[in-house]
């Protein structure tokens, strides 16, 4: 198939005996227009506001509910700035002018979302947590790999300068793992004592929720989607949706790839997933994400995450090993650790531009893969967290030693929804 930037760079070489202004050559600093990728946002909730600054044209906006819709098409300049709105992502998707797809909806969206994004040739930019179970990211992975496509999860911090309240860049404690400073295996401590907010009081349900009348700008069958028919009750949607089993995963959910994405990458896990998750919390309600007081991650060769949620180490230092711990800003029991980390060379190079990586077909950082696999690790805890279980898992086979377990991970969706890569 002939891409449109295909067909506009076989225009242009047509084009010989033409005088071409500069700013189509891309002279001048300035960007060719064949060279500029298109852009269409499904989902116009909070985090929404942040992609419409996002490099690129936007032409497209999507959301089920009309409200949503028309403030961030305020917000993009309406439709006198070339933007159009869309109240079915499925007719957004299959534009034929539109280069990459933002996914800025609920996680129980996300593995159709992106499949069908990746089987309209397009390429896919993704909020986190990547998936809501392990099985929907297997899916994504299935079909970014089938078709071909560029995947980026919208998660930055194994790249970015400062590292929440760590306040050190992760590329300075990767550097400390490479070369051997800490010894192995490893601990990390992923609390408040180290920096880190888990916001389980934020993202806690509500139990025992009462029918209310669906508002009339919503489309509530379509906001569920794939998700259980369950009465329409406004905590369900929007802001609190974090607190239910059937869109995400409460705290967990919503910081636990921030977090435990930059942990893969230091601990060189970029291709495997704890070998158990033991869990301490209280019995969980059937649909009202709950807290959690700490979670503990182990692999096969000893290292441990620690997801500390009542912060009750104290003394909890981010990573540490037998020879010795980096905690916030780089404090440490190693002499000169600042002055050593400068001397030693850099993790190798990832590609942090997005468009780059589309423009060029080159994995993005933060990819189908890695993502996978730290959002498995997020699952791990999500799944022990439901049941209120510690489980056991393969990190081959991807599966649980309990029944429940494989189940969530392989859930039902509902008619007509189901993943197909």
């Known amino acids: 198939m002939i891409t449109r930037r295909q067909t506009l760079k076989a225009l242009a070489a047509m084009a010989t005996v033409q005088i071409v202004p500069s700013r189509v050559l891309g002279l001048n600093g300035q960007t060719p227009p064949s060279q500029i990728l298109t852009r269409g946002i499904i989902g116009c909730g909070g985090i929404s506001a ?5 490099p690129g044209k936007l032409l497209a906006l999507c959301d089920v509910d009309s409200n949503h819709l028309a403030e961030r098409m305020r917000d993009a300049g309406g439709e006198a700035s070339g933007v159009k709105g869309y109240h079915d992502f499925r007719e957004l998707i299959a534009r034929p002018d539109i280069d990459i797809i933002h996914i800025a909806t609920p996680p129980h969206w996300h593995a159709l979302m992106a499949i069908a994004a990746a089987k309209a040739g397009k390429d896919v930019w993704c909020e986190k947590p990547m998936s809501r179970t392990i099985g929907e990211a297997l899916a994504m992975v299935a079909a ?7 995947f980026r999860l919208n998660t930055w911090f194994r790249f970015k300068e400062s590292f929440y309240g760590m306040n050190v860049p992760v590329k300075m404690l990767k550097k400390a793992v490479i070369h051997d400073l800490l010894g192995w295996p490893l601990k990390v401590t992923v609390s408040g004592v180290t920096g880190f907010d888990w916001k389980l009081g934020t993202w806690a349900g509500k139990v025992g929720l009462k029918p209310e009348p669906v508002p009339p700008e919503l489309d509530y069958d379509l906001w569920l989607g794939p998700a259980p028919m369950k009465p329409y009750n406004h905590e369900r949607i929007h802001g609190s949706f974090r607190g239910y089993w059937d869109y995400d995963g409460g705290g967990l959910g919503d910081m636990g790839q921030h977090y435990l994405d930059p942990v893969q990458y230091l601990l060189n896990k970029d291709d495997q997933a704890p070998i158990s998750v033991e869990i301490d919390a209280d019995p969980q309600d059937a649909e009202a994400v709950g807290t959690w007081r700490r979670i503990e991650h182990t692999y096969a060769d000893g290292c441990k995450v620690i997801l500390d949620g009542e912060n009750r180490d104290k003394d909890a230092k981010y990573i540490e090993g037998p020879k010795g711990w980096i905690s916030k800003g780089l404090t440490s029991n190693i002499p000169d650790l600042r002055k050593t980390l400068d001397s030693l060379a850099d993790p190798e190079p990832q ?67 189901k993943l197909d890569s």
């Open 50 to 54: 942040s992609h419409l600054t996002m």
């Open 144 to 150: 970014v790999e089938k078709h071909e496509r560029i």
């Open 351 to 417: 590609l942090m531009d997005f468009h780059e990586a589309v423009r060029t077909r080159k994995k993005f950082a933060v990819n189908e893969h890695t993502g996978f696999w730290s959002s498995t690790l997020v699952n791990l805890g999500i799944t022990a967290h439901h049941l209120n279980k510690s489980l056991k898992f393969d990190s081959k086979t991807l599966q649980f030693d309990d029944p429940a377990a494989n189940a969530l991970s392989h859930q039902p969706m509902r008619a007509p929804w």
